[in-house]
T-cell receptor
Framework: KAGVTQTPRYLIKTRGQQVTLSCSPI?????VSWYQQTPGQGLQFLFE???????NKGNFPGRFSGRQFSNSRSEMNVSTLELGDSALYLC?????????????FGPGTRLTVL | GENVEQHPSTLSVQEGDSAVIKCTYS??????FPWYKQELGKRPQLIID?????GEKKDQRIAVTLNKTAKHFSLHITETQPEDSAVYFC???????????FGTGTSLTVIP
């Protein structure tokens, strides 16, 4: 099976712009979670989608949003970009829905905000 | 919400020695504790996990222990090798969906 894929791999944006990142989960996985990884904060949970519904949400401002499509692919959007949004954005998919199972990570999208 | 603390932030060991990384969590509802290894420039990958109904789990040179009463769990790597050098993250999950709370990571360096 193909692993989790994310596009694009690298992005450079300027403050105030908006950005959309895409994640394709492993075939058959219906749960997709998003994380922000920064050197100082580690991996922080953004949100999780299952069957096109957001089930959980982390402590991020409303500028961060996401959605999931019927084929389980997911997108996240960040509006009005700030310098502090520069990070590696990782998505992860899981076969199980209960939360006590492995999440498989994608390679990430490296976002740089200038 | 859950808060996971991880120590140490950096760890250097000689090849062949053991390495221990410790994590504590705050919410007694957490019941799944995975450990991920992230090599430089690569995605995190699961190396071992433990559920709250188990006290210890081993997989070759890697073991994890869980103390539910004290709310802490530890990763033990024996006979370390240079390829064990990476950043290791612990996490906790509350079985409410796939929402992991991660520690801040431990950068392990194995010196040949």
């Amino acid at each position: 099976k193909a692993g989790v894929t994310q596009t694009p791999r690298y992005l450079i944006k300027t403050r105030g712009q908006q950005v959309t990142l895409s994640c394709s989960p492993i075939s058959g996985h219906r749960s997709v979670s998003w994380y922000q990884q920064t050197p100082g904060q580690g991996l922080q949970f953004l949100f999780e989608y299952f069957s096109e519904t957001q089930r959980n949400k982390g402590n991020f401002p409303g500028r961060f949003s996401g959605r999931q499509f019927s084929n389980s692919r997911s997108e996240m959007n960040v509006s009005t970009l700030e310098l502090g949004d520069s990070a590696l954005y990782l998505c992860a998919s899981s076969l199980m829905t209960s939360g006590d199972s492995e999440q498989f990570f994608g390679p990430g999208t490296r976002l740089t905000v200038l | 919400g859950e808060n996971v603390e991880q120590h140490p932030s950096t760890l250097s060991v000689q090849e062949g020695d053991s390495a221990v990384i410790k994590c504590t969590y705050s919410d007694s509802a957490s019941n799944y504790f995975p450990w991920y290894k992230q090599e430089l420039g690569k995605r995190p990958q699961l190396i071992i996990d433990i559920r709250s109904n188990v006290g210890e789990k081993k997989d070759q040179r890697i073991a994890v222990t869980l103390n539910k009463t004290a709310k802490h769990f530890s990763l033990h790597i024996t006979e370390t090798q240079p390829e064990d050098s990476a950043v290791y993250f612990c996490a906790a999950d509350q079985n409410t969906g796939n929402q992991f709370y991660f520690g801040t990571g431990t950068s392990l360096t194995v010196i040949p």
